[in-house]
Each structure stands twice: as structure tokens, then as C-alpha cells.
């Protein structure tokens, strides 16, 4: 797997890109980087980039982790700032999706472009693709990128193998996403089964504890860094709307943790954000959603709604006073959901 990035990151100008969302979490780095190689495999040269700046890279305490396993070093890797991506801006570009699936010219500022496919498993945004498309729900994109190499015949003549390091990145990133296979916490689909058991990976209880207790390690994290780790936006007719995502916290844990507003305030000055919503999840569960900017936008009528399809309860006499904060009972009640609800409403 190294050689083959080494190799991708000399090419110039490489032929096409994948692309995974802005995220940037570990189903959309290994998705990126396993579809490039898969798209390798059929013949066509095509460079994986992550879609984030290489300084917050070591924000996704999970990714460096897996990355490691890999032999793979940050280094290795192509991302925003990178010159190979300054040197394509000009060029018409033909680009590959993965866990997402409509391009934001935001970030890579092509002045050319065409979606040549998509691979995902988010709801369908009905961005335009002139290629294959694949867009199902299931846990993880993982599972979907793992389905192309199970099927490989019917894509190409030529023959690849996964490694044993490729299958167990895969794997994974499944467990993780899937929170190890569970079907009770809506998170599961019969493929993410199955693509696992193809990978034929053994001690899965260890495998996600180990990838779990990666993702958990944010004892080095200010609340400036965990919002910049793991957040998607999209444009509502207010602004810009974030909704970051952070693992192992509860409310009581991030209210508690050192200048939380004016950390909270830089990131929303920095973007220009107009909402900001944050998603608290434990390792066992427990659930938690904050407005903790722009509640001014939200109405009456989009909270209640949100309340209903969320089961969320909302916490009273919370720090800082502006801040709205539920407990959600809603355990599949992910991001994936959330963010479509807020949208529907934001966007009116």
C-alpha cells in the first residue's frame, strides 16, 4: 500500500482524483485510498486526496492509528494544501466520491471538473455523475468499497488481492462505523455483515476495542481541535451550518473542559458559521445534542420536530446561558440523520 501512494503522488498530472467528504474520518480516508487503489487495479491512474488541510490530520486520533497498522505515514499522503493539488486547479479534473455524494467546489477550487462515479452510503443529494454509482445505506462506505473488490471480475479482467493489512483497515473501519456489527444501534445493514465476513479478519472484540479506544483518545484535544476533527456544513439560506460530531464526551464532560466558549467562538468566527450544532456520543451510547450557536435561526416549529424524530430532552440551566442542550434518546439517531433533518428546515 505504501509504494502504491508513493507511486500515485508522483504522478503529473494524475488522471483523476478520489475524494472523500470534508469530515475527513476514518471510513472516509480508508474508502478514499482503498477506491484509488481498486480504481488502479482497472487500469486507470487516479490519486486518492483527503479533503482536509495536512495540519488536522492528527486531529483523527483513529486515522493515525489505522494509518500505523499500515506502515503509512502521514507524509505519505495527499491533502488540500498539498502542491500536487495546487498544480491542478487549472486543469479540467475528473474526480471519484466516496462517503458523499455532491461535489462542494469549496475546497479543492477546480476550475474544471466532472463526477466520473460515487461510491456511498449517505442519503442521495442527487449530485450529478456521468459514471458508476452506488449509493446504499448501509453502516459503513467501507463495506461498499470492500463489495467492489469481493466483485472485482465484474469491473475488470485484471486480478488484485487485498492484503492482510488492507483487510484489516477495512474491517476496521466497519466495526467502527457499525459499532462492532450491533443492529440494535440502527447503524448496521446486512452488507456491513456479510463484507465482513469476506474479509475474513479474526478477534473482532479486540479489533474494535482497539479502533475504539484510538477514537477516544482526545486527552490531548482542546475543544478548538475536536470542533475542527469531525465536522460537515452545508449552505442553508442563513449561512453556513456545522455540525461536528465528538466521540466519548458527555455534556457534563465538555461543559467542564477548559475555555469551552472562546474555543467554541474561534472556530465560529474562523468559518463564519451562522448554526453550529454538536453531536456528543459515549462509547456506551449515551447521546447528546447542543445548539451552541445560531439557535436564533432555528424555529420553533424545526425544534419540535427534531425533539419528536430524536426523542430529545432538553437539559436545563446549562453553561453558556445561549447554548440549547438535549439529551437524546434516540440512540440511531446518527449524524447521517440529523444533518438531512436540519437541512430540510435550514434550507426553506
Given at each position: 500500500?505504501?509504494?502504491?501512494?508513493?507511486?500515485?503522488?508522483?504522478?503529473?498530472?494524475?488522471?483523476?482524483?478520489?475524494?472523500?467528504?470534508?469530515?475527513?474520518?476514518?471510513?472516509?480516508?480508508?474508502?478514499?485510498?482503498?477506491?484509488?487503489?481498486?480504481?488502479?487495479?482497472?487500469?486507470?491512474?487516479?490519486l486518492?486526496?483527503l479533503?482536509?488541510?495536512?495540519?488536522?490530520?492528527?486531529?483523527?486520533?483513529?486515522?493515525?492509528f489505522?494509518?500505523?497498522?499500515?506502515?503509512?505515514?502521514t507524509d505519505?499522503?495527499?491533502?488540500?494544501d498539498s502542491?500536487q493539488?495546487?498544480d491542478?486547479?487549472?486543469k479540467?479534473?475528473?474526480?471519484h466520491?466516496?462517503?458523499?455524494?455532491?461535489?462542494?467546489?469549496?475546497?479543492?477550487?477546480?476550475?474544471s471538473?466532472?463526477?466520473?462515479?460515487?461510491v456511498?452510503?449517505?442519503?442521495?443529494?442527487n449530485g450529478?455523475?456521468?459514471g458508476?454509482?452506488?449509493?446504499?445505506?448501509?453502516?459503513?462506505?467501507?463495506?461498499?468499497?470492500?463489495?467492489?473488490?469481493?466483485?472485482?471480475?465484474?469491473?475488470?479482467?485484471?486480478?488484485?488481492?487485498?492484503?492482510?493489512?488492507?483487510?484489516?483497515?477495512l474491517?476496521?473501519?466497519?466495526?467502527?462505523?457499525?459499532i462492532?456489527?450491533?443492529f440494535?444501534?440502527?447503524?448496521?445493514?446486512q452488507?456491513?455483515?456479510?463484507?465482513?465476513?469476506?474479509?475474513?479478519?479474526?478477534?473482532?472484540?479486540?479489533?474494535?476495542?482497539?479502533?475504539t479506544r484510538?477514537?477516544?483518545?482526545?486527552?490531548?484535544?482542546?475543544?478548538?481541535?475536536?470542533?475542527?476533527?469531525?465536522?460537515?456544513?452545508?449552505?442553508g439560506?442563513?449561512?453556513?451550518?456545522?455540525?461536528?460530531?465528538?466521540f466519548?464526551?458527555?455534556?457534563?464532560?465538555?461543559?467542564?473542559?477548559?475555555?469551552?466558549?472562546?474555543?467554541?467562538?474561534?472556530?465560529i468566527a474562523?468559518?463564519?458559521?451562522?448554526?453550529?450544532?454538536?453531536?456528543?456520543?459515549t462509547?456506551d451510547?449515551?447521546?447528546?445534542?447542543?445548539?451552541?450557536?445560531?439557535?436564533?435561526?432555528?424555529?420553533?416549529?424545526?425544534?419540535?420536530?427534531?425533539?419528536?424524530q430524536l426523542?430529545?430532552?432538553?437539559?436545563?440551566r446549562?453553561?453558556?446561558?445561549?447554548?440549547?442542550?438535549?439529551?437524546?434518546?434516540?440512540?440511531?439517531?446518527?449524524r447521517?440523520?440529523?444533518?438531512?433533518?436540519?437541512?430540510?428546515?435550514l434550507?426553506?
Amino acid at each position: 500500500m505504501l509504494a502504491f501512494l508513493k507511486s500515485k503522488a508522483e504522478i503529473d498530472p494524475p488522471a483523476s482524483i478520489v475524494l472523500g467528504n470534508n469530515a475527513c474520518d476514518l471510513d472516509s480516508v480508508v474508502s478514499s485510498i482503498m477506491y484509488a487503489y481498486f480504481l488502479d487495479a482497472t487500469g486507470e491512474s487516479t490519486l486518492p486526496v483527503l479533503c482536509i488541510p495536512k495540519k488536522d490530520i492528527t486531529l483523527r486520533t483513529e486515522v493515525t492509528f489505522v494509518l500505523d497498522m499500515l506502515g503509512i505515514s502521514t507524509d505519505d499522503l495527499i491533502y488540500l494544501d498539498s502542491p500536487q493539488v495546487a498544480d491542478i486547479r487549472n486543469k479540467h479534473m475528473r474526480l471519484h466520491l466516496v462517503d458523499h455524494n455532491k461535489y462542494d467546489n469549496t475546497y479543492l477550487k477546480l476550475e474544471s471538473f466532472e463526477i466520473d462515479s460515487i461510491v456511498d452510503h449517505h442519503e442521495d443529494e442527487n449530485g450529478p455523475c456521468s459514471g458508476f454509482k452506488k449509493i446504499e445505506r448501509v453502516g459503513s462506505c467501507a463495506s461498499l468499497i470492500t463489495s467492489l473488490f469481493k466483485n472485482m471480475q465484474l469491473f475488470s479482467n485484471a486480478a488484485v488481492s487485498l492484503t492482510d493489512k488492507m483487510r484489516l483497515c477495512l474491517a476496521m473501519t466497519i466495526l467502527l462505523d457499525t459499532i462492532n456489527l450491533d443492529f440494535s444501534k440502527g447503524r448496521t445493514n446486512q452488507i456491513d455483515v456479510e463484507m465482513f465476513q469476506f474479509l475474513a479478519v479474526s478477534d473482532r472484540e479486540k479489533l474494535f476495542e482497539k479502533v475504539t479506544r484510538a477514537k477516544c483518545d482526545i486527552s490531548k484535544l482542546s475543544v478548538y481541535d475536536l470542533l475542527r476533527k469531525d465536522y460537515k456544513s452545508f449552505a442553508g439560506k442563513v449561512g453556513q451550518v456545522f455540525i461536528a460530531s465528538m466521540f466519548g464526551l458527555t455534556w457534563d464532560k465538555l461543559s467542564s473542559m477548559p475555555y469551552l466558549a472562546k474555543d467554541t467562538q474561534q472556530f465560529i468566527a474562523e468559518l463564519d458559521i451562522k448554526v453550529l450544532i454538536i453531536m456528543l456520543r459515549t462509547e456506551d451510547c449515551q447521546l447528546f445534542l447542543v445548539v451552541a450557536h445560531g439557535s436564533d435561526f432555528i424555529s420553533k416549529d424545526c425544534i419540535s420536530d427534531v425533539t419528536d424524530q430524536l426523542q430529545l430532552v432538553k437539559l436545563e440551566r446549562c453553561q453558556p446561558e445561549n447554548w440549547l442542550v438535549f439529551e437524546q434518546f434516540n440512540i440511531k439517531g446518527s449524524r447521517k440523520v440529523v444533518l438531512p433533518l436540519f437541512k430540510a428546515w435550514l434550507e426553506r
